[in-house]
């Protein structure tokens, strides 16, 4: 079992920035990356940025790149998604979550069906 809290969400204006953390508990050697995922009012949860367990292979939606990092702390047991120049189209519950299978394929990782375990979520709101 593992467990997945997110925190580090809130309310910005357009062009500033926010940091995401997920920490993680209970069993994790069978982690084989975690990502961030988004739900925006009205919409389909989607796909956000990835980060492998082992390595550090990361993966990012179109909407996001060159503007999202994501990284993680092993030692920490936390992931973060660190969100710069932020647009009023980013506002969303954000989650974090796990996936136990090591994937390479976009189609498939993209996928939240792909993902075992899920936060609760945290609220990032954009102003313009």
């Known amino acids: 079992q593992v467990q997945l809290v997110e925190s580090g969400g809130g309310s910005v204006q357009a062009g500033d920035s926010l940091r995401l953390s997920c920490v993680i508990s209970?069993?994790?050697?069978?982690?084989?990356?975690m990502a961030w995922f988004r739900q925006g009012p009205g919409k389909e949860r989607e796909f956000v940025a990835r980060?492998?367990?082992?390595?550090?292979?990361?993966y990012y939606a179109d909407s996001v790149k060159g503007r999202f990092t994501v990284s993680r702390d092993n030692a920490k047991r936390t992931t973060y998604l660190q969100m710069n120049s932020l647009k009023p189209e980013d506002t969303a519950v954000y989650y974090c979550?796990?996936?136990?299978?090591?994937?390479?394929?976009?189609?498939?990782?993209?996928?939240?069906?792909?993902?075992?375990?899920w936060g609760q979520g945290t609220q990032v709101t954009v102003f313009s």
């Open positions: 209970g069993r994790t050697d069978t982690i084989a990356a």
């Open positions: 980060i492998t367990w082992v390595g550090l292979n990361t």
């Open positions: 979550a796990s996936d136990h299978f090591p994937r390479a394929i976009y189609s498939e990782f993209g996928s939240a069906s792909a993902y075992d375990y």
